[in-house]
């Protein structure tokens, strides 16, 4: 069982950043890959990064490659989603998710175990 708590979510100014967390609580973090996803208001859960165990390897959805950046420290039970150059279609609750470690890179959100209950992010024009 793997509990996830996001925090950092907020308000920020378009092309500004912002970082998020996910703790995790559990001895078994390191037996999963973390995955952020978005959801905004009337639209569907969509991915937006992922890292395997290790965090040797990562992906993205190609609207946040190239501005978003995922990490984790194992030593921490912590995962990170550093956003920069923020855009107003970049407001939704954010929520990161844990997937077993044979799935890779997991982009479908069915795969997903374990769910955090997610952080506000709003970017204002």
């Known amino acids: 069982q793997v509990q996830l708590v996001e925090s950092g979510g907020g308000v920020v100014q378009a092309g500004g950043s912002l970082r998020l967390s996910c703790a995790a609580s559990?001895?078994?973090?390191?037996?999963?890959?973390v995955g952020w996803f978005r959801q905004a208001p009337g639209t569907e859960r969509e991915f937006v990064a992922a890292i395997v165990w290790d965090g040797t390897s990562t992906g993205y959805a190609d609207s946040v490659k190239g501005r978003f950046t995922i990490s984790r420290d194992n030593a921490k039970n912590t995962a990170y989603l550093q956003m920069s150059s923020l855009k107003y279609e970049d407001t939704a609750i954010y929520y990161c998710?844990?997937?077993?470690?044979?799935?890779?890179?997991?982009?479908?959100?069915?795969?997903?175990?374990?769910w955090g209950q997610g952080t506000q992010v709003t970017v204002s024009s």
């Open positions: 559990g001895p078994t973090f390191r037996a999963y890959g």
């Open positions: 998710a844990a997937v077993p470690m044979v799935y890779g890179i997991a982009k479908i959100d069915a795969r997903y175990d374990f």
